[in-house]
């Protein structure tokens, strides 16, 4: 368990708190509408009303025990980069800051901020990527061009061992795992039998995991 703090509870800042609180993490949440503090106060760990871009104030927060701190303020630039700013003055270990713009995002790098989110765009690129291969359930980017997807084999498909999913791409695409009921199969060797409704987890390029796609329907 760790302790988050999210500054802005707009719906991006409070969908991000409440799945920390889910996930069995404490976080505070700040925000300047003494509404938004006062309507999630149950819900969250603690919530306080701050103006983030007032750096005394700020300082008075005890910020050193988060994990990471989440700014979660788009709209008013300005009040975004300030708050960042102040958060860096103070020492703040991980931030991750919401951009909305590419001039918001170009300021927040030359802070050095750790992460920077597109939400919509992030969002976007998840559910193209959903509508070009639906047997893809979630995917994940490792960087270096490297993806790890999850897939769940359809019921139409009869058993076949991993090697004849990904012939041809033995060095690129590794099979982690096999998920099926309840059950793990980890590494699977490359004679392992998938059946039909497995859960997979395969590693790869994303050209190669493209490639072998038609597999898998
Ligand atoms: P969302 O799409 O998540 O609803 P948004 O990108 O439209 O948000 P805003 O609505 O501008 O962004 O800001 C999100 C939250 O941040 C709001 O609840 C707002 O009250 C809060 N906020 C804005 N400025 C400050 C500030 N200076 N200090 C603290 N909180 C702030």
Redesign the pocket.
């Known amino acids: 368990m760790a302790h988050f703090t999210v ?7 409070i969908t991000a708190s409440l799945e920390l609180i889910h996930l069995g993490h404490t976080v505070t949440g ?4 003494e509404k ?1 503090a006062e309507q999630y106060a149950s819900d969250l760990t603690q919530t306080l009303i ?4 007032d750096e005394r104030a700020m300082a008075e927060l005890n910020l050193s025990d988060s994990e990471a701190i989440l700014v ?5 630039m300005q ?1 975004s980069l300030l ?1 960042t700013l102040h958060l860096k003055n103070l020492g703040a270990g991980q931030i991750w800051v ?1 951009a ?1 713009s590419t001039a918001h995002h170009t300021i927040l790098s030359k802070l050095g901020v750790q992460r920077i989110i597109h939400p919509e765009e992030e969002m976007g690129t998840r559910v193209a990527q959903a509508l070009n291969y639906p047997m893809v359930n979630d995917y994940l980017s490792i960087g270096h061009g490297l993806y790890v997807v999850e897939i769940t084999l359809p019921a139409s498909k009869k058993p076949q061992q991993v090697q004849h999913l990904i012939q041809g791409f033995e060095r690129s695409i590794h099979c982690l795992l096999i998920k099926r009921g309840s059950a793990l199969i980890s590494a699977p060797s490359s004679v392992t039998e998938m059946q039909e409704g497995d859960l997979l987890l395969l590693c790869g390029p994303r050209e190669a995991l493209v490639r072998i796609a038609p597999r898998l329907v």
């Open positions: 500054i802005g509870l707009g719906r991006f800042g700040i925000d300047i509408d938004l701050c103006d983030a871009t979660a303020i788009g709209e008013d009040a708050c919401k909305n």
